[in-house]
């Protein structure tokens, strides 16, 4: 198994999964074949659902709050950073609750978080809700899921 694929496409294997283990060869030509060495199952499937943009950079990042020489808090969370159509957004998910992700942005860029007013990006919203049930952004009283 290659990078924990097969939970996430349990449906390309279908009965295979019954079977026994399960393999998961990606081929260069964009498909992945599935197997069980008990039954001598194969099949094949074309992902057809690419990113429409990936990430600029994804940082795991870990902030500590003492109090004294008292650890109070610490934060463990993934800071994923998009450039798109001129605007910049962030998206961070504390590892606690990897389901939620917060975005902001549209900002002037990384260096300038100065908000400009555009849209959101649909792009880095198609990304996110691939990857995460709750999508939230700031408004005026607080986060509110998308």
């Known amino acids: 198994m290659i990078g924990g694929l097969a939970p996430y496409h349990y449906w390309l294997a279908g009965n295979a999964v019954k079977a026994g283990p399960i393999g998961i060869g990606l ?11 008990f039954r001598g199952y194969e099949m094949q499937a074309r992902i057809i659902d690419p990113d429409p943009i990936q990430p600029t950079a994804i940082e795991h990042k870990c902030d500590d709050i003492h109090n004294g020489d008292m650890l109070e808090q610490q934060y463990n969370y993934l800071v994923y950073h998009f450039d798109s159509d001129g605007a910049y957004f962030l998206a961070k998910t504390y590892l606690d609750d990897v389901r939620t992700v917060s975005l902001h942005g549209p900002f002037a860029s990384r260096t300038e978080l100065r908000p400009t007013g555009a849209p959101l990006c649909e792009r880095v919203l198609t990304y996110l809700r691939r990857r995460f049930r709750t999508i939230q952004i700031l ?5 509110v899921s998308i």
Do not use: R
């Open 27 to 37: 081929g260069h030509d964009g498909f992945s074949a599935a197997w069980s060495p």
């Open 139 to 143: 408004q005026k009283d607080g986060f």
